[in-house]
Structure formats: C-alpha cells, structure tokens
C-alpha cells in the first residue's frame, strides 16, 4: 500500500508490502519519519490508503465504516490516551460499551482484564491520574484487549515507560502474548525492543521503503543491506546473543578432577583438552574450583582448590549475560551448571566467537528462502 | 440620553429613608441594622428578582453558548467569527445596551435577560471553546482509535472532559451577572439595584442600602460560585477544584 499525504512531493509510505502471521507479533522499526506509524495507522484507517489495500483474514479494511472496524483491532499508543475522566474499570469497558455489551458481561471482563495485567482490583474505581506510568500503560493494553480483538496494534507503547518499568512490562506482555496469541503490529523504533519483541520485524527507510523483513536472528546475522546493518548496530553479534540461551551451543567438556584423585590422571586429561585448567568438582559434580599447577604439583587432587570456580553460568541463562559474567572473570573460562548445580561443561570466549563465527557462515551459505516479502 | 433615563429613575421605587434627622437613618450613618430590620420585608422581592436575573441569563448563556461551540467545533473557521461577534457584544457598556433594546423589547425583565445573557454567552463561549480545544490528544486520538464516531467522541469525551473550563466559565459569568444585573433597575427589571440606586441618584446616597445591597449581591456571588464547585466535585469528580 502507499500513502501520499497532500501536497507532499513524495510518498510517507511507498509500495509497502508486507504479511503478517496470524499469532505473531510483526514488530515495523525504522528511524523516525520512516513511515511506520503511518504504516500501521493504515490499517485501522486513522490514515487513509492512497493506493493499495489491507487485508485482514481476506477481508480488506475499506469494507467496512472505520468505527466498526477500529472495535475490532487492539489500540495501544505511546501516550497511552486514558480518558482521565473515566476509571479504571470505565476505561477498560470503552470498546465492550461502544459494542453494547450487557453491563454484567462488561464487569466480569473488566475484572479479568485487571487480574491478567496484575493490577489489584481495588485500582478498577480510581482514575487514571492516581496511577503510575506503568501502571497507566498496562490499563492501555487492557482497554485494547477488552473486545478481545483478533488484532492489535500498538504504537511506540513502552516507549514512555521508564527503562526499568519497560522492561518489565515488555516481559509482561510476551507472557500474556504467549498466552492469547493475537496478531500483533508493533511500531517500534527502538531495535532492541524490536528484537526483544518481535516474531519477524520490518525495518523500514524513509518514505516508508521496507529494508528487510525477517525473524530477528536473520536481521542480526544477514542484514540486508548497510544501512539494516547499520540500524541493527555495531554490537548486533551481542544483540544475537541475547536471543540465545548458554544450552543452545556447544559447550567445550570440561576436565573435571575429584578430590583425593592421583594428579598424574588428571594431567593427562589435560592432554589436549581444549581447557588447560582442571575443575574440581564434588560428588555431585558441582564446581568447588579451578586447579592451579600447584595444586597439580602434589600426588593427590587436594580438597580445596586454589582458585574459585565463579562465575557459575546457569545453562538456561542468556547467552549474553554469560559472556558478560566471562568477561569479568578472571580465566575466561567459566563452568556451566544445570539447575541441580551439576556440571555440564564449560563456556569460554572462545566457544562464543567460534560460534558465532559458525552461524555467520551457515546463514550466508543458506540464505532464508522462506521469509515473506514484499 | 439622560433624557431617556430619568423617566425610568422616576419608576424607582422610592422609599422612606426616616423621618427625622435623630435616628440613624435619618442621620445616614454607614449602616442602620435597626431600619434593615424593620424594612426587611421590602427587600425581599428585589433579592429574589435579582436570583431570577442571575439565574435565567446564566442559563440562557450557557445553553446559546454550548450550542455555538458545538456547531464551532467541527469548523473551526467559525470561531473567530463567534468569539468576535460575541466580544463586540461584551463591550457594550451595559445601561447602553439595555437603552438600545429598550426600542425593540420594550422595558422590563426580557430586556435586562437578552443582555444579560449576551455578556454571558462571550464567558461561557471563550471557556467551552478553551476546554473543548485543550482536550488531549491522546485521549482522541485513543477514542478514535478505538472506535468511536465523531458524535461518540463528542459526547463521551470532548465536552465531558471540557466540563471543569465550561464550568470555570459559568462561574466566571455568574458572578460578573451576579454585579452587573444591578443595572438591571435601569432595564425597568428590579433587582438589587432597586435597593443600591433608591434614592441615592436624585438625592443624599442612603449609605444603609448601599451597604445592605453590597452584601446581599457578594452574599449571593459566593454562593453561587460554591454551589457551582460543588455542581462540578459531583460532575468532573477526577478534577480537583478550590471554591472563591
């Protein structure tokens, strides 16, 4: 679709075409003035199409008055837009009352809605003005899930929220999103949130051009073109990183040592072990600590090693988060436990550049030949 | 012009201020509570008259003027032309005003109501129009977003949310009727001022009406203007407000 606004010479959004998925949240990130809000404000019709057309399960969006068709889409806005002479439970029924829902239908809804954003019931008669930024943008979702539309879409919605409350908020919604499963448009032009939120994300240039449509590992490892390379950032193998978990890589095996153990075995473990060092572990294979050659140099693998064996990595942790922690330590090697704290092998700078090295390859070698374009 | 007043002076109901120059009133002291006292049926009428005056120009404001800012809403070329219109209006001195409808509706209550509800309608007026005009952004934008026709977003929205400036508004023209329908003596429409102007024009001002009178009208301004906080503490509950 396009949209050429009066008397502008170019197009805010040219021939942009692009299929969501039904479930998925399609995240459209770009610089400011890209076109995005315009983009997705043609689909509920505040922005008029131009040329083209919107389709919504094969119905297209100019089929139906904009006001019935808006009642059946989410909205969700930067600005979050409470009426502040409703309350809460006011707010959250607009979309129920405009459809002339029945007054014990709406009230159980609200008291849903309430539950599922975790917000106390005793918030459903104060007004907007009583309630924290947070708080405010998590009554905005709920007032856009109210009807519960098929479809939402959502404006820049974190975007006001302080970077602590957003993140949590951000989580808040994957969780419900796994939940309920709409098909969400997400206007973003924050690439990590992007990332963070996105089942495919959209980059799109100025006037609206998409750049590249893919899931947000593709992105990060194939963009496109320099300047999706340059949106994503510098640090985009750190961004891919944090879409991952420490078990979804190879670990190296570590050479582990017990306690009372003849040296002269544990040495040759060594032997071309990819880790020079020898972990002491306990019974139950839980790290006690790194062995220095001193400890090496006795007959028997002491009790107590001379040097500790933290950072512990958690294997489901993000793989982000660990390189941080190796970064820190003191060997660039680090243990991996499972949830009981047993030892399942060790990450090390290495393993991570080596595969991110790998997977770089991988994806140049078999460039994604499914993703839907436009 | 002069000509034109002093027969409606004459109308005036004249009063007597007492009889001889021993008593307070006869010595025009500041203020006799004894003659408020013994008179005080005779001001009765005036007061309810001057509630009447008050009450039916607010109202009759306050009704031409959500209509105007209404039909101005959705043209917002029309406001200038109405704010304008009804600005001219307001600087109409008063006695003037009532002089130039004496012709058309003839001496008596009408007229003093026609101008006093066209001072009101420029209050009221400038304040729906502010109140409609700040409504956020957001909140439209959402309204609109999520549904609701332009009339929904009018009525559950716009002038809802407009109620506190509406209301700062009619109380602004309450109490600037509440003093400027004294002159509605002149219209030939009673009122306080037939206590304030008795006799005080032609002869000596009885200071004991004059004072009497002030009171009666700040008495009743500030009631009004509490009445009407608590009118909005019911209506915009979400907006907190301060009385006078």
């Given at each position: 679709m396009t949209k050429r606004y009066r008397g502008a010479d170019t197009d805010a959004v040219s021939d942009l075409s692009l299929e969501v998925l039904a479930g998925e949240i399609c995240v459209l990130v770009g610089p400011s003035g890209c076109g995005k809000t315009t983009a997705m404000r043609m689909v509920n019709r505040t922005v008029e199409i131009t040329s083209g057309d919107i389709e919504i399960g094969g119905t297209s969006v100019t089929a139906?008055?904009?006001?019935?068709?808006?009642?059946?889409?989410?909205?969700?806005?930067?600005?979050?837009?409470?009426?502040?002479?409703?309350?809460?439970?006011?707010?959250?029924?607009?979309?129920?009352?405009?459809?002339?829902?029945?007054?014990?239908?709406?009230?159980?809804?609200?008291?849903?809605?309430?539950?599922?954003?975790?917000?106390?019931?005793?918030?459903?008669?104060?007004?907007?003005?009583?309630?924290?930024?947070?708080?405010?943008?998590?009554?905005?979702?709920?007032?856009?899930?109210?009807?519960?539309?098929?479809?939402?879409?959502?404006?820049?919605?974190?975007?006001?929220?302080?970077?602590?409350?957003?993140?949590?908020?951000?989580?808040?919604?994957?969780?419900?999103?796994?939940?309920?499963?709409?098909?969400?448009?997400?206007?973003?032009?924050?690439?990590?949130?992007?990332?963070?939120?996105?089942?495919?994300?959209?980059?799109?240039?100025?006037?609206?051009?998409?750049?590249?449509?893919?899931?947000?590992?593709?992105?990060?490892?194939?963009?496109?073109?320099?300047?999706?390379?340059?949106?994503?950032?510098?640090?985009?193998?750190?961004?891919?990183?944090?879409?991952?978990?420490?078990?979804?890589?190879?670990?190296?095996?570590?050479?582990?040592?017990?306690?009372?153990?003849?040296?002269?075995?544990v040495r040759a473990k060594l032997e071309g072990a990819e880790v020079p060092w020898a972990l002491l572990v306990d019974g139950e294979r839980k790290p006690l600590g790194w062995l220095s050659e001193r400890d090496l140099a006795a007959v028997r693998v002491p009790q107590r090693p001379d040097i500790s064996p933290d950072p512990l990595l958690d294997r489901d942790g993000v793989l982000r988060d660990a390189l941080s922690d190796l970064l820190q330590s003191q060997t660039h090697y680090a243990p991996v436990v499972d949830a009981r704290g047993a030892t399942v092998g060790i990450l090390s700078l290495a393993v991570i550049s080596d595969f991110l090295a790998s997977e770089e390859a991988k994806v140049e070698e078999h460039p994604p030949t499914e993703r839907p374009l436009g | 012009m002069l000509g034109f007043v002093l027969p409606l002076l004459a109308q005036v109901q004249i009063r007597e201020a007492g009889s001889g120059a021993t008593t307070c009133e006869g010595k025009n002291d500041a203020f006799c509570p004894g003659f408020v006292i013994d008179n005080i049926n005779d001001y009765v009428s005036p007061f309810l008259e001057h509630i009447v005056l008050v009450l039916a120009s607010v109202l009759a404001g306050f009704v031409v003027a959500m209509v105007l800012a209404i039909v101005s809403h959705g043209r917002r070329w029309l406001i200038p032309v109405f704010i304008g219109t009804t600005g001219v209006l307001y600087t109409i001195p008063s006695i003037a005003l009532f002089l130039l409808l004496l012709p058309i509706t003839g001496r008596g209550t009408v007229t003093a109501l026609i101008a006093l509800s066209l001072y009101n309608l420029q209050i009221i007026y400038r304040n729906a129009n502010a109140?409609?005009?700040?409504?956020?952004?957001?909140?439209?934008?959402?309204?609109?977003?999520?549904?609701?026709?332009?009339?929904?977003?009018?009525?559950?929205?716009?002038?809802?949310?407009?109620?506190?400036?509406?209301?700062?508004?009619?109380?602004?023209?309450?109490?600037?009727?509440?003093?400027?329908?004294?002159?509605?003596?002149?219209?030939?429409?009673?009122?306080?001022?037939?206590?304030?102007?008795?006799?005080?024009?032609?002869?000596d001002v009885f200071k004991t009406n004059i004072v009497f009178g002030s009171v009666l009208a700040v008495a009743l301004a500030i009631s009004f203007d509490g009445l009407l906080v608590l009118a909005q503490r019911f209506i915009a509950p979400w907006r907190k407000v301060r009385a006078l």
């Open positions: 139906r008055p904009p006001a019935q068709l808006r009642r059946e889409m989410g909205y969700v806005i930067q600005q979050i837009g409470l009426f502040p002479h409703r309350t809460i439970a006011e707010n959250i029924a607009t979309v129920p009352l405009l459809l002339g829902w029945s007054r014990e239908r709406t009230a159980a809804r609200v008291a849903e809605l309430l539950e599922l954003i975790s917000l106390p019931a005793d918030v459903a008669d104060r007004y907007p003005a009583q309630l924290s930024g947070g708080q405010q943008q998590r009554v905005g979702v709920a007032r856009a899930l109210a009807a519960d539309p098929p479809v939402m879409l959502m404006d820049e919605p974190f975007g006001a929220i302080d970077p602590i409350n957003r993140e949590r908020i951000q989580n808040e919604f994957l969780r419900l999103q796994a939940e309920i499963r709409k098909t969400v448009l997400f206007v973003t032009h924050d690439i990590d949130e992007a990332i963070k939120m996105g089942d495919r994300i959209a980059v799109l240039r100025e006037g609206g051009h998409l750049a590249q449509y893919a899931t947000p590992a593709e992105l990060l490892m194939a963009p496109a073109d320099d300047f999706v390379e340059d949106f994503v950032g510098a640090d985009r193998a750190l961004k891919r990183l944090a879409l991952m978990r420490v078990s979804d890589i190879d670990l190296w095996e570590a050479p582990l040592a017990f306690a009372g153990q003849d040296t002269a075995e | 109140g409609l005009a700040n409504v956020p952004d957001a909140a439209k934008d959402a309204g609109r977003g999520m549904g609701m026709t332009d009339r929904q977003l009018l009525w559950q929205v716009e002038i809802p949310l407009a109620v506190p400036e509406i209301i700062a508004g009619i109380r602004i023209a309450t109490v600037s009727t509440v003093a400027i329908a004294t002159l509605a003596i002149f219209a030939g429409a009673g009122g306080l001022g037939e206590i304030l102007y008795n006799e005080g024009i032609q002869r």
